[in-house]
């Protein structure tokens, strides 16, 4: 796609991230799965191993499709998609616009050093992945839930549908925002590592003329998204799974259930399914940051040429 000069509108930024992290996690979602089983087994076991079912990321999906089926390697994906376009949507296609806003308020036209717009791209990747949590957590707690579910064995919910409908009824609506705290923090953090970092390396490349605005430079700078995001994001990341797919009355909170962690599996519980973990962040945000840059330029220009074809 050629380098567009316009700039791309709000709406064209909505949907090309919201289609964008659909698209990622389609093709990611097994490695999405699997880091889930790997996160959540030994929950209660006191820090002992013979009993573990999953061994490593190729381990897990090769056992989860040999006695579940292939099928159950895509356990939850509608909520994951419903997801993607409520969450990404605001996340990243907010994000721009934020970060002019607090450019503008904080620094308004002086001239920015360095560190200025650093703390203001942090700021922005904060707010928007906080904000997105709060409108996304159902399907979230929803995905969870079902990934975790074995298909052999007594499943606790047989649908997505099924799935909101019984947390809802069960535990209230607020089942339906549990965890939202602790992945207010994580979204947070996961945003400013994965944007903040994309943002910044490409930038860079640009900057000092390494490489151009395409392809190879948005490949580079979501390799370096997804390492940043991987590294910072894991320890939150299992807690969320734990306590969102947790039954009512397991943990008390999310701090609760950390400490559980810890007492049960030392420093090391908090980087379980690191490798897929990894593997997964890497791949989506090469998915995502090459399909997101694409679509929207497609847009914007589809948009541009409808608009002269009718003057």
Request: with cysteine; proline share 3%; charged share 15%.
């Amino acid at each position: 796609m050629p380098i567009s000069t316009m700039e791309p509108t709000l709406l064209v930024k909505f949907a090309s991230a919201g289609t964008a992290a659909c698209i990622a996690d389609a093709v990611t979602y097994p490695l999405d799965t699997a880091k889930v089983r790997l996160q959540i087994q030994g929950e209660g076991a006191g820090g002992t191993t013979t009993q573990f079912k999953y061994r490593g990321m190729v381990g897990t999906m090769l056992t989860m499709a040999r006695h579940e089926g292939v099928r159950s390697l895509y356990n939850g994906l509608v909520a994951g998609l419903q997801r993607q376009m409520c969450f990404a949507s605001i996340r990243i296609g907010l994000y721009d616009n934020v970060k002019t806003f607090y450019q503008g308020i904080l620094l308004g036209d002086d001239t920015a050093t360095g560190a200025q717009l650093f703390l203001v791209r942090i700021m922005a990747g904060m707010t928007t992945g906080g904000a997105a949590v709060v409108f996304a957590q159902p399907t979230d707690v929803v995905k969870v839930r079902m990934q975790a579910q074995t298909t052999g064995g007594t499943r606790r919910y047989v649908g997505c549908a099924d799935a909101y409908r019984k947390i809802a009824v069960q535990e209230g609506v607020k089942g339906l925002w549990k965890g939202v705290l602790p992945n207010v923090f994580r979204n947070a953090v996961v945003n400013v590592s994965e944007i903040v970092c994309y943002d910044i390396i490409k930038e860079a490349i640009l900057t000092y003329r390494l490489m151009s605005d395409n392809v190879p430079c948005h490949f580079v700078s979501a390799v370096a998204a997804g390492f940043c995001t991987t590294v910072c994001a894991s320890p939150i990341d299992v807690v969320k799974t734990r306590y969102m797919n947790s039954r009512p009355g397991q943990y008390s909170g999310a701090v609760d259930c950390a400490i559980k962690m810890f007492r049960e599996g030392g420093s090391a519980a908090f980087y379980k399914g690191f490798v897929p973990n990894f593997s997964r962040f890497v791949s989506w945000n090469i998915c995502m940051w090459l399909s997101y840059e694409q679509l929207k330029r497609l847009m914007t220009n589809f948009g541009h040429e409808t608009a002269t074809a009718h003057h």
